[in-house]
């Protein structure tokens, strides 16, 4: 058994719309047989943050395009995107990128 | 005495004359020398200066003393061309910092004219340049700042013809925000702003990723908002212009972005800037990868699906039966016929204006069906059942802002009617308060 991980998340650019304006979360995730990944964070957040609209945050499994996910402030292609293993308080940022001007 | 008053009088208002007639010959003249060009046109390459002027060194004595910029960088900035595209909430600042620090010429582009609502942001325009072309504009007020800064102002839309020719013409560092182009190298110094809330990324520079790399899907088009839809305060994209003309001038006097492969997001509300490590290049990248598909510029638009401009989208959801005209409205407002007329917008639209007779639930809180709103709702068609005869539906009109919102919280409303509320009969009011304000009501705000 992976024990609990908590984790910090963040969402910007417009993405804190979809949960009710609020940018960041402290939430734990449960204990589980497998470590806990990004993909299986998606999942959870989709379950238990995600009010409505779920189009707008994902896409398959993954992030809808134009969503850039930062892992402790690098891109998350750097980090191994959905496969990344989560650690103990990890930072996870969702930014929608902006337009205009 | 009286003769002496009345003939100094005289002579004052021959000078006055003649003051004017000076003023309006030099402005015709000043006119001529900012011409406002609707085409990509042929450029002389700008010549490198040998040496700064007397009058160079005390204009740029403050930044000459910096070990960072020194004689040499200030040489390079003199000989560097920067084309400029929008000259709005970022490009103004942009151009007038470009331009105080004495980039040598700057290319401002834009296919729109000012309007009172983009002064907020746009500061190089002012009250009396609404109506002009943007670029125009632009050249002015830089002209003004620095009139040894070359401008060449473009009233056009980027488009896959003519960015190349313009690209080519300006080789240092592009500010191109709008277009994601194929097999170039030249850096681009991208900044964006909404909200409350700022991006910036130097891309196609030091290895890191280009437009594409980052984004290898276009965002869905529902997904992307801009100034007009979602609000912006103008202190925001006036700091990303900044940071912006900073990155420019690092790159143009010979020094290195310190945005190379990284994001900084600008985060207002708590004053709060964050550097993120981006992905390096990509190999596989459509556009500057090994193996391009892409070797055509394309056009941003197309690949984003959206318009890159300030103005708003119109959708169209319902079908001609379910909407009425503003003045159909109006006639029913004249003749007081019994209706509910339902705002939709959210409730910092209305504090700005509403019509007096209209009931507010936003189209997000109908979405959700908030309690509190439908229980509000259900009275206000109660009332309006037992003031009409007979067994009639209730007529609802709903309106928003521009009548994109109220088609959606039409269907809604249609789901709704005969379970959650009584049977009512819905409608779109087409164009909405907006239309109000164009067509029948003059003194009713716009926004
Ligand atoms: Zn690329």
């Not at chain 2, 800064?149 to 240092?172: D, G, M, R, T, W």
Request: charged residues 20%.
């Amino acid at each position: 058994m992976a024990a609990p991980v908590a984790i910090h998340l963040e969402f910007g650019g417009g993405a804190e719309l979809l949960f009710n304006g609020v940018k960041e979360h402290h939430v734990t995730l449960p204990s589980q047989s497998e470590p806990w990944d990004v993909k299986q964070l998606l999942v959870w957040i989709q379950r238990n943050l995600l009010k409505e609209r779920p189009e707008l945050f994902v896409q398959g499994d993954s992030v809808r395009p134009g969503i850039l996910v930062l892992i402790n402030d690098a891109d998350w292609e750097l980090m191994g995107e959905l496969d990344y293993r989560l650690q103990d308080q990890d930072n996870i940022v969702f930014i929608s990128t902006l337009h205009g001007g | 005495m009286a003769q002496e008053v009345s003939c100094l009088k005289a002579q004052l208002r021959e000078k006055e004359e003649e003051i004017v007639r000076l003023k309006n010959k030099l402005a015709q003249l000043e006119q001529v020398r900012t011409e406002l060009f609707d085409k990509v046109i042929p450029l002389t390459p700008l010549k490198a200066k040998a040496a700064l002027s007397n009058d160079d060194i005390m204009r740029y004595s403050r930044q000459l003393l910096l070990p960072e910029l020194g004689v040499q960088g200030q040489l390079n900035l003199s000989k560097t061309s920067v084309l400029i595209v929008g000259c709005g909430g970022l490009g103004c600042p942009l151009a007038q910092y470009l331009a105080a620090a004495g980039i040598g010429r700057l290319g401002l582009l834009d296919y729109d004219e000012v309007e009172l609502s983009n002064l907020h942001r746009q500061v190089l325009h002012g009250e009396k340049n609404q109506g002009q072309a943007k670029a125009l504009s632009a050249a002015s007020a830089v002209k003004r700042l620095n009139s040894t800064v070359e401008c060449i102002p473009y009233h056009l839309q980027l488009s896959p013809e003519n960015a190349l020719q313009l690209i080519q013409q300006y080789p240092a560092a592009n500010p191109l925000t709008y277009i994601c182009y194929a097999g170039q190298t030249l850096p681009l110094v991208s900044a964006s702003a909404l909200r409350l809330e700022g991006q910036l990324t130097v891309y196609n520079y030091c290895g890191g990723p280009c437009y594409r790399c980052l984004y290898p899907v276009p965002p869905p088009r529902e997904t992307v908002t801009n100034c007009s839809d979602g609000g912006v305060l103008g202190v925001v994209p006036g700091i990303m212009g900044c940071f912006q003309a900073l990155e420019v001038l690092k790159i143009a006097s010979g020094q290195v972005s310190s945005c190379c492969q990284k994001l900084v997001i600008f985060d207002a509300q708590d004053a709060k800037f964050r550097s993120i490590k981006l992905r390096p290049k990509q190999a596989g990248c459509a556009v500057c990868g090994e193996r391009p598909s892409v070797t055509q510029l394309v056009d941003y638009e197309a690949f984003c699906g959206t318009a890159a401009t300030d103005k708003c989208r119109k959708l169209s959801l319902l079908s001609r039966d379910q909407r009425i005209t503003i003045q159909d409205y109006k006639s029913i407002v004249d003749n007081a016929e019994p209706h509910l007329l339902l705002d939709v917008r959210p409730l910092v639209e209305v504090d700005i204006c509403h019509l007096p007779v209209s009931l507010n639930i936003p189209l997000l809180s109908l979405e959700e069906k908030k309690s509190e709103d439908i229980r509000l709702l259900k009275e206000r068609i109660g009332q309006l059942k037992k003031q009409m005869s007979g067994d009639c539906q209730p007529p609802v009109y709903v309106i928003c802002k521009l009548g994109n919102d109220s088609q959606k919280a039409v269907q809604v409303l249609e789901k709704m009617s005969g379970s959650e509320v009584d049977s009512i009969t819905v409608k779109d009011i087409c164009g909405g308060l907006m239309a109000w304000a164009k067509r029948i009501d003059p003194t009713f705000p716009q926004y």
